[in-house]
């Protein structure tokens, strides 16, 4: 189903000209916006549409160690990849201004629902309804979370305002802490829990989106057996796919083990090229990484970096997957004397389907992520047998044959095997920012690119995990109209 064809319908949901999106004299109230279940709906499919995976994408890519600047490279994405951050950069307003978008108009959704009585025939779908903005509110500030608190894990640390109110023009919040901000975001998703009444959907948020949601949570937070628990719940109804399956996924024709993704079809307001080589992306997920097609004549102005093709077995599907059949590939990469143009690996991840190249659905949950949670959690607890089980699992299906079992002598060696098969397995759907800055302390782990191509490009190969830009800057947009907030500057900046 196209959930973007009617998001233009929606007057309420005008552009905004800052973080928090205020009310504008003139503008129509929810209350006369949305008179009917059927309008609801129709506004729930307009907070669907602020809903974009590809700055995470952008972000994490370009700025960790999964990307090589491109043989078509036009200076595209420079500066992040030459770890250049601060308040004026275009990813610390992106991530602020769009999170707080969605936040926003989710929560005029909330709000305009109160002024709905449904039938009885119509509950279920005005819960579901509900169900599903207060999701997207919680995911939306989580990330929040994660992208601009020093520490997610700590309670007292400074995380982002609660905004849990249609804000007025007159606001100009301060920062809240960290458990002040997790509470709205539980008591979000237990709404969300108590209201859905659909199990399992992959396009649309369902109950096991909100497991796999709260997973992702609990590893992000450090509880660890939460975080196992509710992966292995998902485990049990999503198995992991088998090669045929996972090459599909890829093209949008298979849900094996998807919980829940964002779809993306054509003529939708994303069916575009979108800003390329720039955070604010938007567009075609494969855009991010080429300008026409992901192939060698595709005009690729990012390539896969080295240290993510030579983790890449060509046995292994998702070599097959991840690095296109056009790719130039140098047979003797260390010593080769002109490496940008005999090495070209052309990311594929991305290849397009119903007929229009770059454009794919963006995975939101898959099970191979709940798997690695599971593992993470398996080698918190120093039950490293256990972790290496969980990995094995993963790469027998990748492969389609017997892996070799891993042993660990250490919980660093265990974290530093799951970050590696998260590398392998998640590349280019953006984890790799946050997997860092969750991760990367303790399992000795941080950027690090290949020394050859990133050499001729800056030098700039190698970042520590501890590195105060795996938090993003309060950015420069909301300093001006809200001064007092300066003050609160993330460390660094």
Known sequence: MNRILCVMLVVLFASCN????????????????????EDLNGGLLAVYNQWDLTPEIALSSNFTDELAIGFDSGGQGFALYDFVLNAGSGAASDFWVRNF??????????????????????????????????????????????????????????????IDFIAPLTIQPRRNTVGELMTFINDDLALASSL????????????????????????????????????????????IADRAQYENMFLDADNTEIIFKLERVLNDSYDGQGAT???????????????????????????????????????????????STTSVISPDYPNDPDPI??????????????????????????????????????????????????????RDARFGSAQPLDTYASQQAAFAAVLQERKIELVYEGHRYKDLKRLGTAAGVGIDRDPIACGLQSGAC????????????????????????????????
């Open 18 to 37: 800052d973080a928090i999106d205020i009310r504008q004299v003139g503008r129509l109230d929810a209350a006369n916006s949305f008179q009917s279940v």
């Open 101 to 162: 978008r969605v936040n926003n108009r989710a929560t005029i959704l909330i709000e305009a629902a109160g002024n709905v009585t449904p039938d009885a025939s119509e509950q279920d779908d005005y819960n579901n309804i509900l169900a599903q903005a207060h999701f997207i509110r919680a995911y939306a500030n989580f990330e929040m979370l994660v992208y601009f608190s020093p520490d997610p894990r700590d309670d007292s640390a400074m995380a982002v305002p609660v």
């Open 196 to 239: 859905s009444t659909v199990q399992s959907d992959p396009t649309f948020v369902s109950r096991d989106a909100i497991t796999a949601f709260r997973a992702r949570i609990a590893l992000t937070r450090g509880d660890y057996p939460t975080a196992g628990t509710l992966a292995n719940q998902l485990l049990a109804n999503y198995p």
């Open 277 to 323: 080589g720039a955070v604010s992306a938007g567009g075609w997920a494969g855009a991010r990484f080429a300008f026409v097609s992901a192939t060698l004549a595709g005009s690729p102005y990012f390539e896969m970096d080295r240290s993510v093709f030579d983790l890449l077995d060509p046995a292994d599907i998702r070599f097959d997957v991840n690095v």
């Open 341 to 394: 143009n005999n090495d070209i690996l052309v990311i594929q991840k991305y290849p397009g389907s119903d007929g229009r190249p770059l454009m794919n659905d963006l995975k939101v949950f898959r099970s191979s992520e709940m798997l690695l949670i599971a593992a993470e959690a398996r080698a918190a607890a120093n039950d490293f047998p256990g972790t290496a089980a969980l990995i094995k699992q993963l």
């Open 462 to 493: 190698t970042l520590a995990a501890s590195d105060f830009r795996f938090t993003l800057p309060i950015p420069i947009v909301e300093i001006n109209a809200n001064p007092g907030i300066g003050a609160e500057q993330n460390p660094g900046y």
